[in-house]
């Protein structure tokens, strides 16, 4: 694990460098020009940095909000289920679309929301235009968090179920013999038992939440939907991969991983004040 870590994580790092230089794959990291912070002006005096900014931020709260959310709330529907052949099924099913790639997911979104599509089907027949969804700049973000959660909802339920099978049993049992109904159990038992897990897995959430999500965005989006799907990383995978302005690339990079390392030390500061359990 450590030499993975070193190789994969720390080794790289070196290439911070090339946000400082003009870089230039013929000379290398050590012939290329030091040129200091121009690369960082050029990116924030772009024209489309603010769109990207934004999208990236909305993109992140969304996920944190609604994204997170959901497997939480299918963790405690789960734990409610008495059938236990059901439970299982329900647990499989919900976590199974996390090992399908996510270039099959992307496939499947846009079948079920081109013209044609089983979901553009069901917004017409509730009233909406016939269109393909995803050349709709304004359906975009939606689709973006739902697709995360369809695909990662189950997966990431297991860590609370887990949490909630920990539970003393005892604790159940006396809140019913006093009375307490179901749902009862669950507001006042489960969900404050099960707090610290949630705050730890939303602390580790906020710390990669301008990192996530790049595939699924670069192979949905298109230029008519740059308005609401450009993000940091798409936009990073542009200048560098299509433009090789590798340099500006590395700035967008490393300016992101600065904005995801202080999101995190933030959180989990907050965190350590707000429920008193932190990472670190």
Sequence with gaps: VFVFFVAFNYVPMFGIIIAFEDFKPGRGVFGSELIGWQNFEALFTNEVFPRVFRNTCVMALMNLTIGYAAPVLLALLISQVRVHWFKRTVQTVSYMPYFVATVVVCSLIKDFMSSEGVITDIFVSLGAEREDMLTNPKYFWWINTFAGIWQ???????????????????????????GAGRWQRVLHITFPCIIPTIITMFTLQVGIVFMTGFDKVLLLYNESIYETADCLSTFTYRYGIGMNDYGLSAAAGLFQSVISTVLLIVSNKLSALAAKTSLF
């Design 152 to 178: 990662g909802a189950g997966y990431g339920a297991i860590m609370f179920v887990a949490a909630i099978s920990n539970i003393n049993p005892d604790l159940n049992e006396a809140a019913a013999l006093d």
